[in-house]
């Protein structure tokens, strides 16, 4: 049967859950940056106000162009310009904790605006000699990495050749606070999405693996967050960190009694373990699992659960070998018993639910195993009523492959459980994107026997499924003609009365004449069904390919990031 598979995406999708806290500014545009000289030769001059200037007159001209958007004319497009500006907001806001990257914020943070000057003298191929010059520049430099990112003057100042051996310097130097600073400075750098910035930030990290092992606590978490926003830039960086044995210090981490540095750990760990070619078995031979489960098991802090729990998404998202020693610690109870703490922590349980999720797409046995978890069925029948978003439909999509199941006492459970009423009205009354999660766990019900399809509400659900075939996105079509096939196969006898008396006809009409051949002759055959014809089970010798019809229990790739 087709699973539907792991989902190892970034957490963008958590940031879409968190709160905005910033403001919705666009791209900077690097024409506006005039304040600034672009070659910024040698970081050897000082910026009298240069960074705000720049940033203050690109600001002025953006707000010269903006424009009403217009209302969108479809669901597509009101879907699609949904998600451009989700991922804007996202990229933008980069929440602590939920979000791929983390940026540090000076506790003392001051605006930086009027003339204040940013000293990065060339005394001697460094900042200025003053101590006290030096701190308040990094701690400028940080800030503005912080809240203007996407300068391009800014990046080119600061991805410099010059720049990065003055980062260097300070980093090998004596003062601690001075290396903790340029650690800010680093971690920035590679907060900011550049992928410039970010190969200048990885110029330093051999010197900030080897603080990994040290006793300034402070310096150890800052290090350690530095080196998950480079992991978190892609493939390449993140293999680099591995190739410099980042591992088994930040493993390491985790055996620590702070849990701040624990949580900073894993949040490294996880982006070390996400993305295409990631090798998490090299993180299970570098002794990751125990220390792991051991803070999955004892932890009460729901940020430091969480952080170790996206570490397990990655990890359940690798090679099924990876995923098999997990659940032979018992890795199914250590997700479940904290679910109902997690109930109102919003963003914070997606890791929890996305791991599970990643079992429940393996083996049936691993489904069997969920289902019959004390627990876990009470607490994913609230999850999937969450009103966070994100929470919601990680919620529905895990439960569409626990009612993929084929094991009739585990469906049983999950009926006498109350789903249906709620999956009935999760996919009757809200967005087509989350409707559509519950529907296929509706469909997949039905589809184990006319007994599971006449145990649905049909004549509460039938408009609903209608809907999706009057759209233009060709899933919901598929959904929606599958809901059909399964309505008039169930034995219900008054079926074909009850689709025509909701215009299911004019429905069917409409996918008939779809481009779409395999949806154009499925409607056809459910049109004939409707009118007298025979019955549409593809044993009974209809003309229908069933290759071409959706498979019998859906389980389907991870949806793109929302």
């Known amino acids: 049967m087709e699973k539907r598979t792991t989902r190892s995406s970034s957490r963008l999708a958590a940031a879409a859950a968190s709160k905005d806290?910033?403001?919705?500014?666009?791209?900077?545009?690097?024409?506006?940056?005039?304040?600034?000289?672009?070659?910024?030769?040698?970081?050897?001059?000082?910026?009298?106000?240069?960074?705000?200037?720049?940033?203050?007159?690109?600001?002025?001209?953006?707000?010269?162009?903006?424009?009403?958007?217009?209302?969108?004319?479809?669901?597509?497009?009101?879907?699609?310009?949904?998600?451009?500006?989700?991922?804007?907001?996202?990229?933008?806001?980069?929440?602590?904790?939920?979000?791929?990257?983390?940026?540090?914020?000076?506790?003392?943070?001051?605006?930086?605006?009027?003339?204040?000057?940013?000293?990065?003298a060339k005394?001697?191929?460094?900042?200025?000699?003053?101590?006290?010059?030096?701190?308040?520049?990094?701690?400028?430099?940080s800030d503005y990495l912080t809240n203007h990112s996407g300068s391009r003057a800014l990046q080119t100042l600061v991805s410099s050749k010059d720049f990065v051996t003055i980062l260097e310097g300070l980093l090998t130097g004596s003062d601690a606070e001075e290396q903790l600073l340029a650690a800010s400075v680093v971690t920035n750098m590679a907060a900011g999405g550049s992928p410039e910035l970010c190969e200048a930030a990885l110029n330093t990290a051999p010197h900030l693996i080897q603080f990994l092992d040290g006793q300034n606590l402070a310096l150890v978490d800052q290090s350690a967050w530095a080196l998950g926003n480079i992991a978190a830039d892609g493939p390449k960086f993140r293999d680099r960190l591995k190739d410099n044995?980042?591992?088994?210090?930040?493993?390491?981490?985790?055996?620590?009694?702070?849990?701040?540095?624990?949580?900073?750990?894993?949040?490294?760990?996880?982006?070390?373990?996400?993305?295409?070619?990631?090798?998490?078995?090299?993180?299970?031979?570098?002794?990751?699992?125990?220390?792991?489960?051991?803070h999955l098991r004892v932890d009460t802090e729901p940020a430091v659960i969480s952080e170790a729990a996206w570490v397990v998404v990655y990890l359940t998202s690798g090679p099924e070998n990876v995923s098999t020693q997990l659940l032979e610690h018992r890795l199914i109870p250590l997700l479940v018993a904290p679910l109902e703490d997690f109930l109102d922590q919003k963003a914070l349980a997606i890791p929890l639910v996305r791991a599970l999720g990643n079992i429940a797409s393996g083996p049936d046995n691993n489904t069997s195993a969920l289902?019959?978890?004390?627990?876990?069925?009470?607490?994913?029948?609230?999850?999937?009523?969450?009103?966070?978003?994100?929470?919601?439909?990680?919620?529905l999509w895990l439960m569409s492959n626990i009612t993929a199941d084929h094991t009739g006492t585990d469906l049983i459970k999950v009926i006498d459980a109350g789903f249906i009423p709620v999956l009935s009205q999760i996919a009757s009354h809200q967005n087509f994107d989350i409707r559509k999660e519950a529907a296929y766990s509706l469909i997949n019900l039905a589809s184990h026997g006319p007994d599971y399809a006449k145990a649905l509400p049909h004549r509460e659900l039938l408009p609903g499924f209608l809907d999706f075939m009057r759209t233009k996105d060709h899933e919901l079509i598929s959904l929606g003609l599958r809901y059909v096939q399964l309505l008039l196969n169930s034995g219900i006898q008054d079926a074909p009365v009850l689709l025509s008396e909701m215009n299911g006809v004019d429905a069917l009409e409409a996918v008939i004449l779809s481009d779409d051949r395999d949806q154009h002759r499925l409607a056809s055959l459910l049109m004939d069904t409707t009118n007298g014809g025979s019955n549409l089970n593809p044993s009974s010798g209809s003309s229908v390919d069933p290759s071409s019809l959706p498979p019998q229990y859906l389980k389907r790739a991870s949806m793109s990031a929302i």
């Open 21 to 120: 806290n910033s403001n919705n500014n666009p791209e900077h545009n690097e024409k506006n940056d005039e304040g600034m000289d672009d070659t910024a030769p040698g970081v050897a001059r000082g910026i009298e106000g240069g960074v705000e200037s720049a940033i203050a007159t690109g600001d002025q001209k953006r707000k010269s162009q903006y424009k009403a958007n217009a209302l969108p004319k479809t669901t597509k497009e009101a879907v699609n310009k949904r998600v451009k500006e989700d991922a804007q907001l996202r990229k933008q806001r980069r929440e602590e904790i939920v979000s791929a990257k983390r940026f540090k914020r000076s506790k003392d943070q001051t605006e930086t605006g009027g003339g204040k000057q940013l000293i990065l």
């Open 245 to 294: 044995g980042v591992l088994r210090p930040l493993i390491k981490l985790l055996d620590s009694t702070d849990l701040n540095l624990v949580q900073t750990a894993c949040f490294a760990l996880s982006n070390l373990a996400r993305g295409e070619g990631a090798q998490q078995e090299a993180l299970v031979k570098a002794g990751l699992l125990k220390p792991l489960l051991h």
């Open 371 to 395: 289902i019959n978890e004390p627990g876990f069925l009470p607490a994913m029948l609230q999850f999937i009523q969450s009103d966070c978003r994100p929470v919601k439909k990680e919620s």
């Open 123 to 141: 005394q001697g191929g460094g900042l200025s000699e003053k101590r006290t010059e030096k701190v308040e520049a990094l701690k400028t430099v």
